[in-house]
Structure formats: structure tokens, C-alpha cells
């Protein structure tokens, strides 16, 4: 039962532009992720927000943003899309922050192709 | 740092074949947690199994792995492999104060008739 919600499913631009992602999750969970699964299936944590702060952001480069309303909502902004920027943006949830054993629950991903 | 190692990109199986994929690990931390997740394709990826305890089996939809601290290894295996386990496998590791997981490179099994 799917309770991680991306939308859209593809997105298709070219360079230069700017695109959107949201995120919405319906567990009560705290945690919130963005991650990014590359061509060859790579997939490195992007963001991370706890009950709307963000608290993890690894080296991405400046033209992502990420965006939090409240706990159950998470986007993903990019400004001035670059090719490299082509892949599958996969928005995850997890009970809460700091737990080892935490299980990740993904929504289905954002396939992003920039031509 | 933390590193997950998946040798196989890519494995494939003839039906009704055991299956294993190899995952090894380094960390530092003595509370490591180690995840099998699977992404069937146009579906979200989702947990498996997962195991912190040295030497026990650990059991979920005919899948099994075994946490072995010893060798730093958390393969999963499977007596029988099915078409419908044809998917992208992926191994991770979370330790310590940092609940950052971890990913290997991830194992593409294909299972063929």
C-alpha cells in the first residue's frame, strides 16, 4: 500500500529550467529524504528533514533546494537544470530522526530527464 | 566512513536456481544495522529484512541473510529463485550516531525461465 506520494511521475525540460518536485507522505512519520538514484542505480541521500528542519544536507550543488511545509510534505526544487541533473529523485519517509533501525519507506521517484 | 561493497552488478538466474547476493561491509561502529531493500521496477523500493544481531538468521518472503560480524558480510540468499524476484537488489548499512544509511552500488537479478 503506497503511503509516499511523488508527484509528477516524469518530468522532461531542458537546461536552463527550473522544476519542481512534491513529496507527501501519510504515516505520521518525522523524517522525511530526498535521494537520488543515478543511470547506473547509485543512490546517494540528498536532504533530510526532521518535523520541517532540515537536517542533513549533503554536498549537492546550490541549484537544489529542498522545501518543507510540515512533517508530511517534503519538495524538491532544482534552479537551472543540468543534464547531469537526468535521474530518478526517490522521496522517502521514516518514523523518526537518529534511530539505526529506522526502515526507509519510498514513494515511487520523480524520473527527470534534461535535454 | 561507512562503505557497503555489492560485488555483482548483475546476476542472472535460471528459474528454480539458488540465489545469492553478496554484501560486505566496513564501519566502525558496533551497533551497525544492515538492510536488504528491493525496488521492483515501476515500484517503490522497500525493506526486505534487516538484522543487528551477530549470527541470526533472519527471514522475510522466502528470503534470508545472516549477519556475520566476523567477516563483515550480510548476503541474501534464497533456495529457489522465482521470476517475480527478478528486481534491483540493494544493501545498507546504518551505525552509530550516524543513521545516515548507506547504500551498496546495488545487484540487478534477472531470473529467466
Known amino acids: 500500500e503506497t503511503a509516499v506520494f511523488q508527484t509528477p511521475n516524469y518530468h522532461v525540460t531542458q537546461v536552463g529550467n527550473e522544476v519542481s518536485f512534491n513529496c507527501k507522505q501519510t504515516?505520521?512519520?518525522?523524517?522525511m529524504y530526498w535521494y537520488k538514484q543515478d543511470s547506473k542505480k547509485l543512490l546517494k541521500i540528498m536532504f533530510s528533514y526532521n518535523n520541517k528542519q532540515l537536517i542533513v544536507n549533503e554536498t549537492v550543488p546550490r541549484r537544489f533546494s529542498p522545501q518543507s511545509s510540515d512533517k508530511a510534505h517534503l519538495n524538491l526544487r532544482i534552479k537551472s537544470v543540468e543534464p547531469e541533473d537526468s535521474a530518478v529523485y526517490l522521496c522517502a519517509s521514516s518514523t523518526d530522526w537518529g534511530g539505526v533501525q529506522n526502515t526507509l519507506y519510498f514513494g515511487a521517484g520523480t524520473r527527470l530527464s534534461v535535454l | 566512513g561507512d562503505s557497503v561493497t555489492q560485488k555483482e552488478g548483475l546476476v542472472t538466474l535460471t528459474e528454480g536456481l539458488p540465489v545469492m547476493l553478496n554484501c560486505t561491509y566496513q564501519t566502525i561502529y558496533s551497533n551497525a544495522f544492515l538492510f536488504w531493500y528491493v525496488h521492483y521496477l515501476n515500484e517503490s523500493p522497500r525493506l526486505l529484512l534487516k538484522?543487528?544481531?551477530?549470527?541470526k538468521r533472519t527471514e522475510h518472503q522466502g528470503f534470508h541473510a545472516t549477519l556475520h560480524k566476523s567477516s563483515s558480510s550480510f548476503h541474501l540468499q534464497k533456495s529457489s529463485a522465482q521470476l517475480s524476484d527478478s528486481a534491483l537488489y540493494y544493501c545498507a548499512l546504518s551505525g552509530g550516531s550516524n543513521y545516515k544509511l548507506t547504500f551498496g552500488k546495488g545487484t540487478l537479478l534477472t531470473v529467466t525461465p
Open positions: 538484522s543487528s544481531t551477530d549470527n
Open positions: 504515516l505520521g512519520h518525522d523524517t
